[in-house]
């Protein structure tokens, strides 16, 4: 069988909304709506179009499209401490569930604070909706600057919390997950608790450290000690917990490391069984924060605290989509395993 004779295609620069419109059969305005998330268009008339940019080789402007429309459907994500698998977890969950949803991503890593506000101007720079903050060396005179010179249209904190007003939140409710742990705890019998804290910096902070040991002090009478490690990664949590324990006697050492994340309680697990040749749980027991898939392997099986990611991207394009102007914090879930 002969096939008809095809059109000669453009090569990929030269194509044009107009030759999608000539080889869809429809108008120039109805291709240029194919490609708007919320635009009125008929199922049949955007597959058409789709079919044809496909077959072409074309791609939208966007950039054009987002200057026209000012507004670019592009979140820039702006994060550092890829040492703690939980950033991986988070960063593969809210690309996938905003991609799903019509918005771009654009990761912009941040190394330390004083890259902090570098990291910003070049999220401006790309004329981005929104600016999701995932890192931990922000703190709030960074965020002000950042505000105040208009940097970014709308800056969210993700996962931490910070006290600048014209933040928004969206975390884990850090309060009912320590009390949870907490209760866990004192229903197991343990009385003598070390917090395992992640560095002490100015940054956009975690609220575990100080809920856990108000709510301690609260139920025993007791103080909680906290000790800082210098990162968010197993190589710090070895070092400062066995700098912690090391050489402590059986009835003055902690019988439970309640740690900040995952990644320091493996860490602190490690050790806790090879630095210190002592048993978890029966010598110290241990628990973390996040739920990394890590600490469901049979080489740890941690107790922990689930956050609520997707719940949490949930709100977040509730956020950028202008439903929602509030913080927000979430409860979790706790997993109870047999490190504690």
């Not at 090569?11 to 030759?19: F, G, K, L, P, Y």
């Not at 635009?39 to 026209?68: F, H, M, N, Q, T």
């Not at 997707?310 to 395993?337: A, H, Q, S, W, Y």
Request: a neutral charge; hydrophobic letters at 45%; charged letters at 25%.
């Amino acid at each position: 069988m002969t096939l008809p004779p095809q059109p000669p295609r453009p090569s990929d620069d030269s194509v044009t909304a107009d030759d999608v419109a000539a080889a869809a059969g429809v108008s120039r305005w109805t291709v240029a709506r194919a490609f708007k998330k919320d635009a009125s268009i008929s199922r049949k008339s955007r597959e058409k179009v789709i079919a044809a940019a496909e077959r072409l080789g074309y791609a939208p402007d966007l950039l054009a499209s987002s200057l026209a429309s000012d507004r670019s459907n592009l979140v820039a994500l702006i994060t550092n401490d890829f040492n703690n698998p939980h950033k991986l977890v988070l960063l593969e969950r809210l690309t996938r569930i905003l991609w799903s949803r019509g918005w771009g991503t654009l990761l912009v890593h941040m190394s330390d604070s004083e890259d902090a506000s570098a990291a910003l101007l070049a999220a401006s720079q790309r004329r981005v909706d929104a600016a999701v903050v995932i890192g931990t060396r922000f703190d709030d005179k960074i965020l002000d600057t950042a505000l105040g010179a208009r940097r970014v249209k709308k800056l969210v904190v993700f996962a931490r919390y910070s006290q600048n007003p014209s933040t928004l939140n969206i975390a884990c409710d850090d309060v009912i997950a320590m009390r949870q742990i907490a209760d866990h705890l004192l229903e197991a019998g343990y009385r003598r608790p070390a917090f395992v804290a992640g560095p002490d910096t100015q940054s956009a902070k975690l609220h575990r450290k100080t809920a856990f040991g108000e709510y301690w002090a609260r139920q025993t009478g007791n103080n909680a000690p906290v000790i800082h490690v210098a990162e968010y990664d197993f190589g710090a949590a070895i070092q400062g917990v066995t700098e912690l324990l090391g050489g402590s006697a059986p009835e003055t050492r902690p019988d439970v490391l309640v740690c900040e994340n995952d990644i320091i309680a493996i860490g602190a697990m490690d050790a806790v069984r090879y630095r210190l040749g002592l048993r978890v749980p029966e010598d110290i027991a241990i628990t973390g924060f996040d739920d990394i898939p890590l600490s469901a392997s049979p080489a740890y099986l941690l107790t922990t605290y689930r956050q609520p990611i997707t719940g949490m991207t949930e709100k977040l394009l509730d956020m950028l989509e202008g439903k929602l102007n509030e913080d927000v914090f979430m409860p979790g879930k706790f997993i109870l395993r047999d490190s504690s």
